[in-house]
């Protein structure tokens, strides 16, 4: 099971892995306005899509397990969940335990619109399945191999020592783009030069 918690949306699936990964199951909760939200669920041959009473992600959260349930997908052996930013501590996924969770936590200030909604929906699924290990990915993760020179601001040194740079984000999406794009052409994705653009909500 897998969320993608965003600003403005909760978006998730439900993937059966093995030699051959494939997803099962698409819900999405979105535009909320007025207490409503639109919702969609894709499983198999079904399309179920409408308004549901849901005010904010939280609440569209709360209702994840049931709609599972009623899909016969309630059986999940891990879950992960997408996080925006995770400073320079997290260069790569992480088990949430309580000291991921802090560590987050910590580095709300640097994301104060994206995790947040990564955190709740964490401290949720935490509470939804407390015996099911889960998993954050981490959007700037990707991009700490990047150079000093891509990274470093002209500020004073002190500021830099305090851990002001440019971290890069959807990195989760800018890599899944990228290993596309080389399956696509059928080449090595070591030998290609790709640039990738990635439009969200913000744009």
């Known amino acids: 099971l897998v969320f993608n918690a965003g600003s403005s949306s909760l978006k998730f699936g439900v993937f059966s892995t093995g030699p051959a990964d494939e997803e099962v199951f698409k819900g999405s909760f979105e535009r909320f306005r007025d207490g409503q939200c639109d919702y969609r669920f894709r499983h198999d041959d079904t399309d179920e899509h409408g308004t549901a009473e849901c005010g904010d992600i939280g609440m569209a959260l709360e209702r994840v397990p049931d709609v599972l349930k009623r899909f016969g ?13 995770g400073g320079s501590k997290f260069a790569a996924p992480a088990i949430l335990d309580d000291g991921a969770v802090a560590a987050i936590e910590e580095l709300t200030p640097l994301a104060p619109l994206h995790n947040p909604a990564n955190l709740e929906a964490i401290v949720l699924c935490r509470r939804f399945w407390p015996a099911t290990p889960q998993v954050a990915v981490f959007d700037t993760s990707f ?51 790709i640039v990738s653009v990635h439009l969200g909500n913000g744009a």
């Open 143 to 193: 991009h700490l191999t990047n150079p000093a020179f891509a990274t470093t601001y002209a500020v004073p040194e002190q500021w830099r020592n305090a851990g002001l740079r440019r971290y890069g984000f959807h990195g989760t999406s800018h890599k899944y783009v990228a290993h596309r794009a080389a399956t696509e052409i059928g080449q090595p994705l070591a030998d290609l030069q």
């Open 73 to 85: 997908l309630d059986a999940v052996d891990a879950i992960g969940h997408r996080v925006a930013h």
